[in-house]
């Protein structure tokens, strides 16, 4: 069989899409081209309104190579599945399979009694009490990129009900990973050549406070991971503020190969919205634990995301806002409009911000980050450090090809070098010489290692 994968959203579904690859491969199906493929899967996001809105326009368009040939069929996974469940089935009569994010584990075996004809139509809806383990898959090269960077899950679901949020509806309550399943898996990927892992989770540093995580800690779990020999570069995603542990905080300044970046939400920069949006932290906890992180490590790069035209959000509220993204001096941010989900409790809230008023903040707020960007990567020039390359750029610089990697707090760097095969993957000792609008440029100073 040959199946085609399309994944829209968060990490999270980028790497239960590679592992889904991995599980099909292991049963000898094989990765197709949209025209060859005889099973469309899409991993759907739900988050805000723009993403849902873009998986129905793509099972739309999958249908008319559905019509090719009665035997081919689609499956849809991820939010979207959880939330309109067996609905599919009536609006898509293409669609054999719903999953959900617990239900993916049983997703490769139900698609193959679809595919013998055995079942006709099967939902992988229910929520699992515990971590649902998935089989390691034999064929493991989805999940051992070229690039020789991995994700690893650690924990399922979210139990926060932030104001805005889905989240918890279409994943569940959390739900952690038994640490040593986590760590057999980090040393599986580092057996095979990983050399950067991320840990996901929808909010990380909760990990282990619910009933599973066997006792340990986030911070307990980041340490034994960056112990295990190969593990060069280790990232996480994502944080919430109001639970990150000192420990956590400290471990920035500890753990060598934790690499000097973090990615911790804020959503709003006044305290009234915060609270409105029920994220438990208010202006005075960011900023302290800001202060922390850069204490522990000075060169910490801080990246966010941002909600505007939050119901209730004024012009004084949204200055806030701006205010904290310069107080911060976040490298990058993700920033959005707010938009109502189903059965979110911040549906029910007034006054909703007029669209184009909040359109208007929206762009304020990104010519705002687009400079604090702008000078963050200015401040690197003249600076030394180890790339890590992920492969060619689009760029072309004379006869030598573009390469492009990440250096540690992950920003894109460009590199001319030779075109050699198997430089993905490898680290490369570089000197930053540019700053561009999103990346940079450097010149190789060494040899790849
Ligand atoms: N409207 C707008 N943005 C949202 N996000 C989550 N829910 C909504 C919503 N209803 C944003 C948050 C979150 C990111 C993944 O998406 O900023 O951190
Ligand atoms: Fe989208 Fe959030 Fe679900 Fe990820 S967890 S797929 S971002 S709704």
């Known amino acids: 069989m040959k199946f085609h994968i399309t994944t829209f959203g968060c990490q999270m579904n980028v790497h239960d899409s590679q592992w889904l690859t991995a599980a099909l491969e292991s049963r000898g199906w094989?990765?197709?081209?949209?025209?060859?493929?005889?099973?469309?899967?899409?991993?759907?996001?739900?988050?805000?309104?723009?993403?849902?809105?873009?998986?129905?326009?793509?099972?739309?368009?999958?249908?008319?190579?559905?019509?090719?040939?009665?035997?081919?069929?689609?499956?849809?996974?991820?939010?979207?599945?959880?939330?309109?469940?067996?609905?599919?089935?009536?609006?898509?009569?293409?669609?054999?399979?719903?999953?959900?994010?617990?239900?993916?584990?049983?997703?490769?075996?139900a698609l193959e009694r679809i595919a013998r004809g055995r079942d006709d139509r099967v939902a992988l809806l229910d929520f699992m009490p515990k971590f649902a383990e998935r089989e390691q898959p034999e064929k493991v090269s989805a999940l051992v990129p070229e690039t020789r960077q991995a994700f690893v899950n650690i924990m399922q679901g979210c139990d926060n009900f932030c104001a805005y949020c889905i989240v918890p509806y279409t994943r569940g309550r959390q739900k952690s990973r038994h640490p040593e399943a986590i760590l057999e898996e980090c040393r599986m990927l580092a057996g095979n050549g990983v050399?950067?892992?991320?840990?996901?989770?929808?909010?990380?540093?909760?990990?282990?406070?619910?009933?599973?995580?066997?006792?340990?800690?986030?911070?307990?779990?980041?340490?034994?991971?960056?112990a295990i020999d190969g593990v060069d570069r280790l990232r996480f995603t994502t944080s919430h503020p109001k639970d990150i542990a000192p420990e956590v905080i400290a471990a920035f300044g500890e753990l060598e190969n934790l690499c000097p970046s973090l990615h911790l939400p804020m959503q709003a920069g006044s305290d009234k919205v915060l609270k409105a949006m029920r994220r438990r932290y208010d202006i005075e906890r960011y900023l302290a634990i800001v202060d922390g992180l850069r204490s522990a490590r000075p060169d910490i790069s801080l990246t966010t995301d941002l909600i505007v035209g939050f119901p209730g959000e004024t012009e004084e509220d949204f200055r806030q806002t701006l205010d904290m993204v310069e107080r911060v001096g976040f490298e990058s941010s993700f920033s959005f409009k707010y938009s109502d989900r189903p059965g979110v409790a911040a549906v029910n809230m007034e006054p909703k911000v007029d669209p184009e008023e909040a359109a208007e903040r929206l762009l304020r707020l990104q010519t705002l980050q687009n400079n604090i960007t702008r000078k963050c990567l200015k401040k690197m020039v003249g600076v030394q450090t180890d790339v890590l390359m992920e492969g060619l750029s689009r760029m072309q610089d004379g006869p030598l090809a573009s390469w492009k990697g990440r250096d540690p707090a992950g920003r894109i760097v460009n590199v001319p070098m030779e075109f050699e095969a198997g430089l993905a993957?490898?680290?490369?000792?570089?000197?930053?010489?540019?700053?561009?609008?999103?990346s940079l440029n450097g010149e190789r100073t060494g040899e790849p290692w």
């Not at 000197?431 to 999103?438: G, P, T, Y």
């Open 30 to 109: 094989e990765a197709a081209g949209e025209d060859d493929a005889q099973v469309y899967i899409l991993n759907t996001c739900s988050v805000r309104d723009k993403p849902e809105q873009k998986v129905y326009s793509e099972l739309g368009r999958v249908a008319a190579h559905l019509k090719r040939d009665e035997n081919v069929f689609a499956a849809v996974g991820g939010c979207v599945a959880q939330q309109v469940g067996e609905g599919f089935f009536d609006r898509f009569p293409h669609v054999k399979l719903v999953f959900g994010s617990d239900g993916i584990a049983g997703a490769p075996n």
């Open 425 to 438: 993957g490898m680290l490369v000792p570089v000197k930053i010489m540019e700053a561009k609008k999103h």
């Open 195 to 226: 050399r950067e892992i991320t840990l996901l989770g929808q909010n990380v540093n909760s990990f282990g406070l619910d009933k599973g995580g066997a006792g340990v800690t986030f911070a307990g779990l980041l340490t034994s991971v960056a």
